[in-house]
């Protein structure tokens, strides 16, 4: 079912990444009505501030017209 891609900036704790997921998968499972939280994949992924043009703002410009904005 859904799959949630983060990536940010190391320096983020275990708790942080934690409170984030049951975030996410409390915000997915609500909004696209989705039964099962376990069916909610979330990835973080930690990208260094020396790395992040090359691999996340890359993947953001590619995925540009996928983005959405509130």
Do not use: F
């Not at 900036?9 to 499972?29: D, F, I």
């Not at 992924?45 to 890359?58: C, F, G, I, L, S």
Request: hydrophobic share 35%; glycine share 2%.
């Amino acid at each position: 079912m859904p799959y949630v891609n983060v990536k940010m900036h190391p320096g983020r704790s275990a708790a942080q990444k934690r409170a984030l997921t049951e975030r996410l998968v409390s915000a997915v499972t609500e909004t696209c009505d989705v039964s099962d939280p376990a069916r909610v994949t979330v990835i973080i992924e930690e990208v260094p501030k020396e790395d992040w043009q090359a691999v996340a703002r890359t993947e953001i410009e590619a995925k540009q017209s996928l983005q959405t904005h509130p």
